[in-house]
């Protein structure tokens, strides 16, 4: 639902823009791995990015071993937030949603951290359920779907959890217009979150000095082992022994094994996201990553020194997921829960009323 922003210098066209479609809101999402921004104005069709900020962060470094955020994991994540506060201020962004999942849910010190971030930065994280964590990742990727075909399952591969949403494609809410969107009337049937990531599986099972088969094979174990006893997604199963469905597939591991795929020289957006990968593509780049030392891994233009630990993690909870609910596509996606939010921002159906303030003081940016 996202427009591509406009060049620098391209024509406007004739049609003038309401002060509204000139309004930024923001959207930010404090993962157990990443810290993303966007900042977006309306627009016709759901909205326009103007700019957007990511950096790694690592904010569940040794949370599974721990039970806390670490003092230096709290350090690089609150100094990403303050370049985050800086451009939500200098964008005049009316109002705010900003989340922290699965890391701040589970340590001890979350609640604590969290207050921390607001008298450093003025931003008021709100820790998510990770329920409302799929569904905001559902609505980000809503326009991924394949409306040809009955069910998708889309695959939030975080830092410190996984949400799997099993989605009726031909029931009602997809087609909502974007003033009238609302997260909780998404067709989600079922949905899973489990507390593995790319970070926590990552230091659950150490690489060691080179992959090998047998270590990536003990992460794909561990993953089916927490998701294939889950009952409630069962009545959809007859629709994927069809081949009547896909995946979709959102996380910075999955991203970069499309990068992979493509032998890009550096990573590109505009063709990853939005790219078909079929279930030979998807085992040859893990093939390829496996083959690869994690210095050689940490060479490819897609991945980086920062995901070079992390990739092979990603891939093994994607094909855990492939092995249990077996489809012949996935749909990369390079979007998902911070898209969720600002269409949740923007929507009529989630604006509450200002309150009037006297003697016309310059308000500060509404935190939803």
């Not at 893990?286 to 891994?297: D, G, N, P």
Request: a positive charge; charged letters at 30%.
């Amino acid at each position: 639902m996202s427009d591509a922003p406009r060049a620098p210098g391209a024509p406007q066209g004739r049609r003038r823009r309401s002060p509204e479609e000139s309004t930024c809101y923001a959207a930010l999402d404090l993962g157990t791995n990443n810290c993303r921004l966007l900042v977006a104005t309306p627009s016709p069709r759901g909205f326009r990015v103007v700019e957007a900020y990511s950096r790694i962060v690592r904010l569940g470094e040794g949370l599974s071993q721990s039970g806390q955020l670490s003092e230096a994991a709290m350090d690089r994540s609150l100094a990403a937030l303050k370049v985050c506060a800086e451009k939500i201020r200098r964008r005049k962004v009316v109002r705010v949603k900003a989340v922290a999942t699965q890391a701040c849910r589970g340590a001890t010190n979350g609640p604590d951290f969290v207050r921390r971030v607001h008298e450093e930065t003025g931003l008021k994280l709100q820790i998510i359920s990770p329920r409302e964590e799929a569904q905001l990742s559902v609505a980000g990727c809503m326009s991924l779907f394949d409306r040809e075909q009955d069910a998708a399952l889309v695959v939030d591969v975080g830092g410190g959890s996984t949400e799997l949403s099993w989605v009726d494609l031909k029931g009602g809410g997809l087609d909502a217009k974007p003033r009238q969107f609302a997260a909780w009337k998404l067709p989600i049937k079922a949905w899973l979150s489990i507390p593995v990531g790319v970070v926590t599986l990552a230091e659950r099972f150490p690489e060691g000095e080179r992959a090998d088969e047998n270590w990536f094979r003990s992460m794909v174990d561990d993953v089916k082992a927490r998701i294939e006893a889950f009952p409630h997604a069962e009545p959809m199963r007859q629709i994927f022994a069809e081949g009547r469905a896909h995946l979709v597939g959102t996380s910075g591991a999955i991203t970069s094994l499309a990068g992979l795929h493509l032998g890009l020289p550096r990573y590109d957006r505009n063709v990853v996201d939005g790219l078909w990968m079929d279930r030979t593509d998807c085992d040859a780049a893990s093939e390829r990553l496996l083959s690869l030392t994690a210095v050689e891994r940490a060479q490819e233009p897609c991945i980086g020194a920062d995901r070079a630990d992390l990739v092979l993690a990603g891939a093994a909870i994607l094909q855990a997921v492939q092995e249990l609910w077996p489809c012949s596509r996935v749909r990369v996606a390079d979007r998902g829960l911070r898209e969720g939010l600002l269409m949740s921002l923007m929507s009529d159906q989630q604006r509450r009323p200002r309150r009037r303030r006297r003697g016309g003081a310059s308000k500060k940016p509404e935190a939803a």
